[in-house]
């Protein structure tokens, strides 16, 4: 039942930024931090420090994935191009960004639903923007950082370093 779940997670069907069909299976072998992202929120800030976590670490297997999302406030207004110019102008942004979702609700989508749902790891509704999920490189879900915890944070960077560490 662990291979299902973890499968589970990995064959979730996403959309790119740009539209394109992916999932987490393109990411597989990599240690995944996914966090739900907008650009009009008190914490977008942190794109700055994931993006510099995705500089420092993608050489060893990291991989940071936006996955942007207007459900806290209507602080991710902008389209799919509007989010890309504001991500690299502002940020600098390198790291893959999603398509927007719903990361709650009655049309939350699938992944965030095996992420947070009563069978999940960490279990519990998404509460705000920039919350982070880390996946191992075997797509298990290894840990969940709220909103305030920065990309910096020694307890988040340990547990992405322990994750690395992981083969």
């Known amino acids: 039942m662990a291979a299902d779940k973890m499968n589970t997670l990995q064959d979730i069907p996403l ?3 740009n539209g394109q069909p992916t999932s987490l299976k393109a990411y ?4 995944v931090l996914l966090v739900n992202v907008a650009s ?3 914490f977008t800030r942190q794109y700055s420090g994931l993006e ?3 500089r420092s670490y993608k050489v060893k297997g990291l991989v940071v994935i936006g996955v ?4 806290f406030a209507g602080q991710e207004p902008g389209s799919a191009e509007e989010i890309k110019a504001f991500c690299k102008s502002k940020f600098d942004v390198t790291f893959p960004l999603m398509a927007k979702i719903h990361v709650k609700g009655a049309e939350q989508h699938p992944l965030y639903a095996a992420l ?3 069978d999940s790891a ?3 509704q998404v509460k705000w923007n920039f919350q982070k999920f880390l996946i191992g490189r075997d797509g298990r879900l290894l840990a969940r950082f709220g909103s305030p915890v920065a990309p910096d944070s020694p307890r988040l960077v340990k547990a992405v370093e322990a994750a690395l560490a992981k083969n």
Do not use: R
């Open 15 to 17: 959309n790119d930024i």
């Open 28 to 31: 597989a072998g990599q240690v």
């Open 40 to 42: 009009k929120c008190g």
């Open 52 to 54: 510099a976590l995705y």
């Open 68 to 71: 942007p999302s207007n459900d």
């Open 116 to 118: 947070t749902g009563p």
């Open 122 to 124: 960490f279990p519990g």
